[in-house]
């Protein structure tokens, strides 16, 4: 949620300072950042949680592990700091920007230093959370006192690091109570590097085709479009967060299952998380495309208009990543089997980088959209077949009737609300609340099973305190 209302707050005040063309600067350089990013983390943020995952009560082999894939990272990130360094001399668009991307880089420090992998296999979601909101709170202090004219687009990027990652300083600083910071002795680098490779891969194709429509629109258009693209990836981005929130959570939990060979705890845990993904990405998906035109005129301005059909493309790829994030992070990492998920995003890189090429030059923004659109398809496509036989039974269990008559429920409830001309906060506001309070009260009606449960414990929780 603070991943939510960070953006939710700061992005509608930057839009009308900054424009198209200072957000647009920054959502380029932080695309550009984010190969020498990968090229830093080697795979070890996905590998890492389910490394230390497995050794997590022996303090001993949890300490060495943490070690090993710490000084790997530090190389890896010297590395790509002489890359980028070259980059920047040798590349003109870069250069003419150097000081932006000089500080959009501090994101390869802070991560490396972060360690987040080792906080996230150990299961530390309250000082995770709590870290998080205080560095974005000031981050939403700072945005607010520093970015004040439309040049200022250099600072937005230094308060964006300060949201994303400056709190892993925090971790570096508290490992101690998790691990030993005294060397243990008896390093043994070689057993991580072959499903390190894998993971770098797999990290390589999904960065690659999460962040090539907005290289190719920066080289291949101008930073007016990236700005409007930017608008559209940002409600998106925000979104997913919020759809993919539990199976990033249950990635320790599944892999720790895994190696105590619990299967019917692992099965039970995937079901669910595949129900709650249909439950929060389908409706999302449908209100947004509906009301895309208030969405962006409230979080981006009126000069934003351009970013309208690029958001409403883009919208069904929160299903789509909803799931294959289950298929891949949740089911196939902890199973052992990376090197599926790391063929399926590069086929989707493939697709991606094709279609850009021929939809870009004609249709700018919505070129993009459409092929992120096909590209998240084809991942998602080539994981399911990988697992029909597992997935099969278990998709076939989701309500699919109840949560589409509620999404008619809420949507033919709120639909009018676009037919009385008020602003765009105004029509958020009072749509989102008929649209969801309709769809969620539709499916308890309806006693869908995972809706039902969770109200039950709300209820519950809400009569033990009084």
Known sequence: MSTFI?????????????????????????????????????????????AC?????DKEKLTRTAHELLIINIVMSLISYLLLASAIILIP???????????????????????EWLYKALEQYAYITVRSIIFKFIALLSMFMF????????????????????????????????????????YNYRQ??????????????????????????????????????????????????????????????????IQQGKTEEFRKITRKALNFVMLIATPLTVYFIMFAKA???????????????????????????????????????PLGKEKVVLYSEIAGAVVDLALNAILIPFMASSGAAIGTLVAEFVVLAYQYNALKDQ?????????????????????????????????SFLTLLISSVIF????????????????????EQVIGKIKKRF
């Open 6 to 50: 960070f953006p939710l707050i700061t992005f509608p005040y930057v839009t009308r300072i900054l424009g198209a063309n200072g957000t647009g600067k920054v959502a380029f350089a932080t695309s550009i950042i984010s190969y020498f990013n990968i090229i830093a983390q080697l795979g070890i943020p996905k590998y890492g949680i389910r």
């Open 53 to 57: 995952a497995k050794v997590r009560d």
């Open 93 to 115: 668009k870069l250069r003419h920007e150097k000081l932006l991307y000089i500080i959009i880089s501090f994101t390869i420090l802070f991560n490396t230093i972060g360690m």
């Open 147 to 186: 970015v004040r004219h439309e040049g200022d687009y250099q600072i937005y990027g230094a308060v964006s690091i300060l949201a994303a990652s400056a709190s892993n300083i925090f971790n570096f600083i508290h490992v101690h109570k998790y691990i030993s910071m005294k060397p243990v002795g008896n």
């Open 192 to 257: 991580h590097l072959k499903a390190v490779a894998v993971f770098f891969a797999m990290a390589c194709a999904t960065t690659i085709y999460t962040h090539l429509d907005t290289v190719m629109l920066g080289f291949m258009k101008t930073d007016d479009d990236v700005g409007y693209y930017n608008a559209a990836v940002k409600i998106k981005v925000i979104l997913v967060s919020i759809v993919t929130s539990l199976g990033t959570v249950l990635l320790p939990r599944v892999s720790y299952y």
């Open 295 to 333: 969405g962006i005129l409230f979080l981006s301005g009126k000069n934003f208009y351009d970013s309208i059909v690029p958001m409403q493309l883009i919208m069904p790829t929160l299903i789509l990543i909803g799931l294959s994030n289950i298929t891949g992070i949740q089911v196939l990492v």
């Open 391 to 423: 997935l099969s039974e278990d998709l076939k269990k989701i309500h699919y009737f109840k949560i589409l008559a509620a999404i008619a429920a809420g949507s033919l409830g709120s639909v009018w609300v676009l037919w009385l001309g008020l602003g």
């Open 436 to 455: 969801f309070g309709l769809y969620g009260v539709t499916l308890l009606i309806l006693k869908e099973k995972l809706v039902n449960e969770i109200f």
